[in-house]
C-alpha cells in the first residue's frame, strides 16, 4: 500500500492553458454539455409572425383605400353640387335683371313703331337690345301664330270668319323667354272661328262629294 499525504486530494490531469472551467467539463464527460428536450425550428415560428404581420398591413391598407375612395367620390358629389348651385344662382340674377329691363324695351319697341327712334336715343336702344339679346333674352310672339296658354296671354278675345282655330291676330305686348324659361307671355288679342261656321274648304269637299254620289257634274 502507498501512503497518502494528508490534506491533498487526486485531482484530473488538466492540459497546460486549460481554464477551470474546462477541467470542470473534462471531469463530468463529454456528454454532460449537451442539454435535453426538443426545441421547435425558428425559422417556422419567424414565417408565421411574419405572415400574420403582412396580413394586418394589408388590412389596413384595404381600409384606408376604401376611405379614401369614399372621400374622392364625396368631393366629387359635393364639387357637382357646388358648381350646379353656382350655375343656378347665376342663371336666375340674370333673369331678374333681364326681367327689370323689360319694360326699357316695351318702350324701345313702341318708340320704333311710331317712328321716334332715331338720333341717339336710337344708338342707345340698339345697344341695349344687343346686349339682352347676348345675354340669352329672346323676343317671341307674332300675329297669325296658334294661341298657346302656356306662352300667350289673351287680353282680347273676338271672332273671325277666316280662321280655323284661335288664332293670335294681334301683339299688344311681345314675349320674354330666357333659356327654357319664359320671363313674360306674350300678350295677345286672339279670334276663334264663329259658332256654327265651316272650316275654310269644307263647302269644297261637300260639293265633290256630292257630285261624286250623283255622278258626277253634267256636261252642257
Known amino acids: 500500500m502507498s501512503e497518502e499525504t494528508p490534506g491533498f486530494e487526486e485531482k484530473p490531469d488538466v492540459p497546460s492553458g486549460a481554464t477551470p472551467d474546462d477541467a470542470a467539463q473534462g471531469a ?17 415560428v419567424q414565417d408565421v409572425a411574419l405572415t400574420a404581420q403582412l396580413d394586418q398591413v394589408r388590412t389596413a391598407l384595404n381600409e384606408r383605400t376604401a376611405d379614401l375612395q369614399r372621400l374622392q367620390a364625396e368631393y ?16 336666375m340674377a340674370v333673369a331678374n335683371l333681364l326681367t327689370e329691363l323689360l319694360p326699357v324695351l316695351d318702350d324701345i319697341g ?31 310672339g307674332s300675329e297669325g301664330e296658334p294661341f298657346d296658354p302656356t306662352v300667350h296671354e289673351a287680353l282680347m278675345h273676338s271672332y273671325a270668319p277666316d280662321v280655323t282655330e ?9 314675349g320674354y323667354r330666357f333659356g327654357d324659361r319664359t320671363i313674360r307671355p306674350a300678350r295677345v288679342a286672339v279670334a276663334e272661328p264663329q259658332p256654327g261656321a265651316q272650316p275654310k274648304g269644307a263647302d269644297e269637299q261637300d260639293g265633290s262629294a256630292k257630285d261624286k254620289e250623283s255622278g258626277g257634274p253634267e256636261e252642257g
Request: aromatic residues 4%; negative net charge; contains cysteine.
Open 28 to 44: 463530468d464527460g463529454p456528454d454532460s454539455a449537451k442539454e435535453p428536450g426538443p426545441s421547435a425550428p425558428a425559422g417556422d
Open 76 to 91: 366629387q358629389n359635393y364639387r357637382r353640387r357646388v358648381e350646379r348651385d353656382r350655375a343656378a344662382v347665376k342663371e
Open 166 to 174: 284661335t288664332t293670335c291676330v294681334a301683339i299688344l305686348q311681345p
Open 110 to 140: 313702341r318708340a320704333r313703331d311710331h317712328e321716334e327712334l332715331v338720333g341717339g336715343f336710337k344708338s342707345v336702344a340698339e345697344s341695349l337690345e344687343a346686349v339682352t339679346a347676348k345675354l340669352g333674352l329672346q323676343q317671341f
